[in-house]
Nanobody, 128 residues
Framework: QVQLVESGGGLVQAGGSLRLSCAAS????????MGWFRQAPGKEREFVGT????????YYADSVKGRFTISRDNAKNTVYLQMNSLKPEDTAVYYC?????????????????????WGQGTQVTVSS
C-alpha cells in the first residue's frame, strides 16, 4: 500500500526557512514525478512545484520561484521542499504529491490528475 508522509512543518517568522520532507513507502517512486501543493484556509489547493523523475528538472509556481527549492533522494524514496524567505502568505497546509504514472513528462503539470498519490499534509505557519 502506497503511503506518503510529510514532515517538517511548523511555525516560523517571516524571512525564515523550513525544510519539508515527504517519505514514500509501498513502492519505489524513482520513475515518478513528485511535487508539492498547498492549501490556505478558504482557498483552493494550489500548485507549488514539481521535480521530474529524470534529470531532476524542476518547475515552480511564480509565487515561490527563487525562494523554494525541490529536491529528491531516490535512494530514500523522499522528496524535499526547501522554503526560504518565507512570507505570511505562504501559510498553508503543504501536501506532497506523486504522479499516478511512471515515466511521464509531467514536470510542467500544475493540476493534479486522477489517481495521483497524496500525503496527509503538514501545516506551515509564517508569522509577520
Amino acid at each position: 500500500q502506497v503511503q506518503l508522509v510529510e514532515s517538517g512543518g511548523g511555525l516560523v517568522q517571516a524571512g525564515g526557512s523550513l525544510r519539508l520532507s515527504c517519505a514514500a513507502s509501498g513502492r519505489s517512486f524513482s520513475s515518478y514525478a513528485m511535487g508539492w501543493f498547498r492549501q490556505a484556509p478558504g482557498k483552493e489547493r494550489e500548485f507549488v512545484g514539481t521535480i521530474s523523475w529524470s534529470e531532476g528538472r524542476t518547475y515552480y509556481a511564480d509565487s515561490v520561484k527563487g525562494r523554494f527549492t525541490i529536491s529528491r533522494d531516490n535512494a530514500k524514496n523522499t522528496v524535499y521542499l526547501q522554503m526560504n524567505s518565507l512570507k505570511p502568505e505562504d501559510t498553508a497546509v503543504y501536501y506532497c504529491k506523486v504522479d499516478s504514472r511512471p515515466y511521464r513528462n509531467s514536470v510542467y503539470f500544475t493540476q493534479p490528475l486522477p489517481g495521483d498519490y497524496w500525503g496527509q499534509g503538514t501545516q506551515v505557519t509564517v508569522s509577520s
